[in-house]
């Protein structure tokens, strides 16, 4: 069974703070997806990253896959209050399509 | 074009009633899967289908629960005798299912069922 462990659990900065979520695994994935949901709706996918050591931006978005494809991070710069969100990391192992979630980075960003 | 769409967006139950979830793909996707979502235990995969292919069943957490996909298209999730513990939001997503982006999920808005 593959894990996903995801930190911090939960994060509150102040508008404009830098942060770091972190995805980890004693198992390789094939690929990661970065997913964020708000409340009342399902994830929306934010980047998904197959290769290992592969770093990919969107916006103030940096996403990175470990060299080892075990372990994933994203980083904000200049966080917004539009950025509030449950942030979470899913793999997907060998051929299998279904996705292994992490449990999720609750965001807060106050203005 | 349009999402993923499912209904009811929310269904009350009493214990021990069968109940029906819906779920429409996006379409030209021919993977579907549907997962579950609660607190403590974050998003667990139920079921996946892909084409005319056997669907992987694996994550069905009891013979409670089945799932149909009918014309390769909308999917129906079917709980049984429904029990408490069986309270959660109930996430629908399909793919492309081959090709480079066949991981890239989307989800549907989930509908929140609530068991009393």
């Known amino acids: 069974t593959q894990l996903l462990e995801q930190s911090p659990q939960f994060l509150s900065i102040q508008e404009g703070e830098n942060l770091t979520v972190y995805c980890n695994s004693s198992?390789?994935?094939?690929?990661l997806q970065w997913y964020r949901q708000e409340p009342g709706e399902g994830p929306v996918l934010l980047v998904t990253?197959?290769?290992?050591?592969e770093v990919k931006k969107l916006k103030r978005l940096t996403f990175q896959f470990g060299d080892a494809r075990k372990d994933s991070s994203l980083h904000i710069t200049a966080a917004q209050t539009g950025d509030t969100g449950l942030y979470l990391c899913a793999g997907a192992a060998g051929s299998a399509r279904q996705l292994t979630f992490g449990s999720g980075t609750q965001l807060t960003v106050l203005p | 074009g349009a999402g993923v769409s499912q209904s009811p967006s929310n269904k009350v139950t009493e214990k021990g009633k069968d109940v029906e979830l819906r779920c429409d793909p996006i379409?030209?996707?021919?993977?579907l899967y549907w997962y579950r979502q609660s607190l403590g235990q974050g998003l667990e995969f139920l079921i996946y289908?892909?084409?005319?292919?056997?669907?992987?069943k694996s994550g069905l957490p009891s013979d409670r629960f089945s799932a149909e996909r009918t014309g390769g298209s909308v999917s129906t999730l079917t709980i049984q005798r429904t029990q408490q513990e069986d309270s959660a939001v109930y996430l629908c997503?399909?793919?492309?299912?081959?090709?480079?982006?066949?991981?890239?999920?989307?989800f549907g808005p989930g509908t929140r069922l609530t068991v009393t």
């Open positions: 289908f892909q084409g005319n292919s056997a669907p992987d």
């Open positions: 198992s390789v994935f094939s690929s």
């Open positions: 990253v197959v290769t290992g050591g």
């Open positions: 379409s030209g996707h021919t993977a």
């Open positions: 997503a399909s793919s492309l299912g081959v090709g480079s982006r066949a991981y890239e999920q989307y």
